[in-house]
Each structure stands twice: as C-alpha cells, then as structure tokens.
C-alpha cells in the first residue's frame, strides 16, 4: 500500500509541474516577438525612422556592391586593387615612364649614351675650328608691333601728345587717333633710338641727294642706304607728317573723314609700311587705349 501511494503521489506532482510549465511557456511565449506590429511612417518616431532608412540604405549598398564585383568579376575588391596596384608599380620601375627608360632598357640607354658623347665630341671639335657668325645687328629705327608696345608708355605717350594730334587733325584733316597710333607704332612709343636722337616720331625718310650736313642720319631700315630726317622738336616732326599724308598719294585718303579704319587701310595700300599687317596693328591700338575718341 506504501508503494502504490508514493506511486500515485509521485504521478500527481509530475502533472502538476507540466501543467505549471505550460502555464509559463504560455506566459513566456506570449511576451516573445511573434507577431510584428506595423507602425505607419507618421506614428513612427524620429529616431526610429531613421535607424529603418540606415538600414535600408545599408541593405541596398550591400546588394549593390555584390552585384558590382559579380559582374566585374571581383575588380572592385581590395585585394584585387591592390593587387593591380602593385604590377603597376613594377611596370613602371621596369620599363619607365615613358615605356623606354626603365630597368629593362637601361643597358641600351647606356650604349646610346656612349655613341652621343663620342658624336657630340667629334661635333665639338668642328665647331671649334669654324668661324663664330657675327651677331645680328638689331635695327633701332624699324617700328614695333603692336603687341611688343608697354601700356604704361603708351599711355604716357597718348596723354603728351593728343593735344598735338588733335590741333594738326583740325588743320590737316587727319584723324587724331591714325596720328597716334602711327606715333606709337613708329616711335615705339617715344623710346626708340630714332625718336629720341633725331626727335623723328614717324620714321620719316631723307630722299633728298644733296642734303646738308646733320639733316638725316642712316640707320638701316630696309636697306643701309635708308636715311632719316632729323627735327629739332618732336612737333616739328609731327607737322612734317601732316603735312606729308595731306600731299602726294595720301590725299585721297582725306575723303574718308575721321573713320580710322578706313584710313587705316588707306595708308597700307598706299605704301606707308612694308609690314603686310601695318592697318590691323593701328586698328587694333586705336581700339585698344580708345583713341577714337580724340577724333570727336
């Protein structure tokens, strides 16, 4: 009788305890995340809406690299950069910069090297006994271009003598700005050798045979039998050259009034200059120190 009733009890106690351990799997199992609870994005609070579109973003950024090294065959991995990197690094320690002067190459370079010397010794020896050429003689009276002209003398040059270009252009009829620019170009500005020697702005010539003594110098513009006048004054220079485009050929070019271009174009083909760019350098320094305006 004592057996079967430790039996029963025993039995009894073990159906107690499972029906208590199921009550607490079902309490438990009831607190576990099983069902998922759906938040709209206005209800969703700040920072958890923002930790869902990081992890969104992080998802695709993982999807995107995956299928960026599947169909790139892995190029965009570390380890394959840096393996290119390091076979790039030896190409160019071998064969140099430039495909021709690396390691590989260095044994013919060295070579070569030794040719050069031994030819630019052997051409060493041959200049040494020819004659050296005379340097070129620079011409001091040829005019400059337009582009070889310092803004700060140019300007110097315009403010001292527009006065002077405008009082011959309301005797002569000759713009005032054709006046100055003809007076930049062939004076360079008032700097050059024959500007500030024989006071001649426009590189004006002697063609006279019998010309007394001091009235012109050479200074070998086209030829050394090219003459210069000498002036005891920068005026006298310019009246001497109004009073040359108001003769001669250069009368007809008074029918063109005060427009610069036309005069411009007038004295180069009229033979003023030899330079085949002598109207577009005076077009261009009338337009670019405004002279245009003294015309007025």
């Given at each position: 009788m004592g057996k079967n009733k430790w039996y029963f009890e025993t039995e009894n106690n073990a159906k107690q305890t499972g029906s208590a351990t199921n009550q607490n799997r079902s309490k438990k199992s009831s607190y576990l995340p099983s069902t998922f609870v759906w938040?709209?994005?206005?209800?969703?609070?700040?920072?958890?809406?923002?930790?869902?579109?990081?992890?969104?973003?992080?998802?695709?950024?993982?999807?995107?690299?995956?299928?960026?090294?599947?169909?790139?065959?892995?190029?965009?991995?570390?380890?394959?950069?840096?393996?290119?990197?390091?076979?790039?690094?030896?190409?160019?320690?071998?064969?140099?910069?430039?495909?021709?002067?690396?390691?590989?190459?260095?044994?013919e370079n060295s070579t070569s090297f030794i040719a050069q010397e031994s030819n630019f010794d052997l051409g060493r020896e041959e200049k040494i006994t020819r004659k050296a050429k005379p340097a070129k003689r620079k011409n001091e009276a040829a005019p400059v271009n337009d582009h070889e002209l310092l803004r700060t003398q140019s300007q110097a040059y315009i403010q001292r003598y527009s006065k002077i270009a405008m009082g011959e252009m309301n005797q002569f009829g000759i713009p005032a700005s054709i006046s100055l620019a003809q007076g930049l170009v062939e004076s360079r500005a008032g700097t050059s050798k024959l500007a500030v020697s024989n006071n001649n702005h426009f590189g004006m010539k002697c063609f006279s045979k019998k010309c007394p003594k001091g009235h012109c110098s050479n200074f070998t513009d086209d030829s050394?039998?090219?003459?210069?006048?000498?002036?005891?004054?920068?005026?006298?220079?310019?009246?001497?050259?109004?009073?040359?485009?108001?003769?001669?050929?250069?009368?007809?070019?008074?029918?063109?009034?005060?427009?610069?271009?036309?005069?411009?174009?007038?004295?180069?083909?009229?033979?003023?200059?030899?330079?085949?760019?002598?109207?577009?350098?005076?077009?261009?320094?009338?337009?670019?120190?405004d002279l245009q305006k003294y015309d007025r």
């Open positions: 938040e709209s994005p206005e209800n969703m609070p700040l920072p958890k809406l923002l930790r869902l579109v990081w992890l969104r973003f992080r998802r695709s950024w993982v999807a995107l690299r995956f299928q960026a090294n599947r169909w790139s065959f892995g190029i965009f991995k570390k380890k394959t950069l840096v393996q290119l990197g390091f076979l790039g690094c030896l190409a160019f320690i071998l064969l140099g910069p430039d495909g021709q002067s690396g390691l590989l190459n260095r044994g050394h039998k090219d003459f210069f006048r000498k002036f005891p004054n920068a005026w006298e220079s310019w009246r001497a050259h109004s009073q040359l485009l108001a003769s001669g050929r250069y009368t007809k070019l008074k029918r063109y009034g005060r427009d610069y271009r036309a005069w411009a174009y007038g004295l180069k083909a009229a033979g003023y200059a030899t330079d085949k760019t002598y109207a577009e350098q005076l077009i261009g320094i009338i337009e670019r120190y």
